[in-house]
């Protein structure tokens, strides 16, 4: 996968709103609530043929990390995570 598909969901202390932002890009998509922001990132990442997503928390941590889109492993490893 391409790391110009990856995407990052964290939240911008200068006013709290939560960013859908692609790795390579300078500005990102706002959202009120982290869900809607996760929501986006996804949709955006399957239509671009798949990427990784990162999701940090209120504290700045990386809280999640999900690969999406289309592979071709006969045996993937299985997600304990979601």
């Known amino acids: 996968m391409s790391k110009d598909n990856d995407r ?3 939240r911008r202390p200068s006013d ?3 960013v859908d932002k692609r ?3 300078s500005r990102g998509f706002t959202f009120d609530t982290q869900a809607a922001a996760i929501a986006s ?3 955006k990442l399957m239509n ?3 990427g990784a997503l990162t999701v940090k928390g209120r504290d700045g941590k990386i809280r999640s ?3 999406l889109g ?3 492993d006969p045996n993937p490893p299985r ?3 979601h």
Request: no cysteine; glycine share 16%; hydrophobic share 20%.
């Open 8 to 10: 990052i969901i964290y």
């Open 41 to 43: 990132g996804r949709h």
């Open 23 to 25: 790795n390579d890009a």
């Open 70 to 72: 289309a592979g071709n």
């Open 65 to 67: 990390k999900d690969s």
């Open 79 to 81: 997600d304990r995570e």
């Open 48 to 50: 671009s043929g798949g």
């Open 16 to 18: 709290n709103k939560w």
